[in-house]
């Protein structure tokens, strides 16, 4: 079952890279961008994750937050940002429960790893709804971001 735009957000509670809880009820009376990502330190996760960063200043402007979320190890997570300076929260699912609650996860992936989010990005506005979904069966395969800016400024 996938996620459609005008659906209610699943409600999230993880981790970040500080080991502070962070949840989907945190952002409300915000948009909020959520990436998925499969795995720290690969490169079209950093693409990914490097564009949110990139253009930070254009979403923050807009009254919108970012996140990224991987089934990574909060101590992962914390080494990932750290590299690569992302200015946005890098939220733990090891237990793969957001993964699974936005119908971002994988059986099977690359290396028989079983239970990893696929690439996808989502955004939740203000009331709590899905203004965008977009889940990537191709790892390989990066999220619209032009579409994202759109949404988000609408």
């Known amino acids: 079952?996938?996620?459609?735009?005008?659906d209610k957000a699943p409600d999230f509670k993880l981790f970040n890279s500080e080991l502070k809880e962070v949840s989907l009820a945190d952002y409300k009376g915000k948009k909020l961008v959520v990436h998925f990502f499969p795995m720290a330190f690969t490169g079209v996760c950093t693409t990914?994750?490097?564009?949110?960063?990139?253009?930070?200043?254009?979403?923050?402007?807009?009254?919108?937050?970012?996140?990224?979320?991987?089934?990574?190890?909060?101590?992962?997570?914390?080494k990932f940002k750290e590299d690569q300076a992302y200015q946005f929260p890098l939220l733990s699912d090891f237990n793969k429960e957001a993964s699974n609650a936005y119908g971002a996860i994988y059986e099977e992936f690359a290396f028989n790893l079983k239970g990893v989010s696929k690439r996808a990005a989502f955004v939740v506005n203000e009331e709590g709804?899905?203004?965008?979904?977009?889940?990537?069966?191709?790892?390989g395969d990066l999220p619209d971001f032009d579409a994202i800016k759109k949404v988000v400024s609408a």
């Open 129 to 139: 709804n899905l203004a965008y979904a977009e889940v990537l069966e191709n790892a």
């Open 48 to 78: 990914q994750l490097c564009t949110m960063r990139d253009s930070f200043g254009y979403y923050e402007g807009m009254n919108a937050a970012v996140v990224g979320i991987s089934v990574d190890s909060p101590f992962t997570l914390a």
């Open 1 to 6: 079952m996938s996620l459609q735009v005008g």
